[in-house]
């Protein structure tokens, strides 16, 4: 066997060109963020940052059933497209992915008037509480992480989205934002 009868292996995920080049395709794209997982520093940060203006989207449906429709649209579709890729891959959590972070930032929202998706320092805030419990994973997301390949990919980001959103409207209730 020659070298030239070897199949290619799949090229190093961090580079989006290889990526693109190796059919990775609108699945990977969505996954990435249009490309922002493949940033060489914090692309979760990066995937959460697009979350922001995704949630000031869902915020402007006034129906809380319209935009809980809408985020468990965007889960399902995020379980799907993880699962899809980290079997691509072969990578149980490829942290190139960032719909999770993209798809549950909304979550942290969740119930707020479109006023209050309109002022930076909560949004900010929303933005911060995310990260921060995404990052730290504590009980359950660290648990909830442990799920098989989409459901745990999306998981993790469900609980620290939800922390957040309980967070955020707790200090909204205390007059944190007057």
Do not use: N
Not at 36 to 43: C, Y
Not at 75 to 97: H, K, M, N, Y
């Amino acid at each position: 066997m020659t070298e030239h009868d070897v199949e290619p292996s799949r090229p190093e995920p961090s580079r989006p060109d290889a990526a693109v080049r190796s059919g990775g395709g609108p699945i990977l794209w969505l996954a990435t963020g249009l490309g922002v997982g493949f940033l060489p520093k914090s692309p979760g940060t990066f995937g959460a940052l697009l979350g922001v203006p995704l949630a000031v989207a869902i915020g402007q449906i006034t129906s809380l059933a319209g935009q809980a429709a809408l985020i468990l649209a965007l889960s399902a579709l995020g379980v799907w497209i993880c699962t899809r890729v980290a079997r691509d891959w072969g990578v149980e959590d490829p942290q190139f992915v960032v719909w999770d972070e993209l798809a549950t930032v909304p979550v942290v929202f969740f119930g707020l008037s479109a006023d209050q998706m309109s002022r930076p320092d909560i949004l900010l805030a929303g933005f911060l509480l995310h990260r921060l419990f995404d990052i730290t994973k504590p009980p359950p997301a660290r648990q909830a992480e442990r799920l098989p390949e989409g459901w745990g990919i999306m998981a993790d980001d469900w609980v620290a989205a939800v922390m957040g959103c309980g967070v955020l409207h707790g200090l909204m209730y205390a007059g944190l934002f007057g």
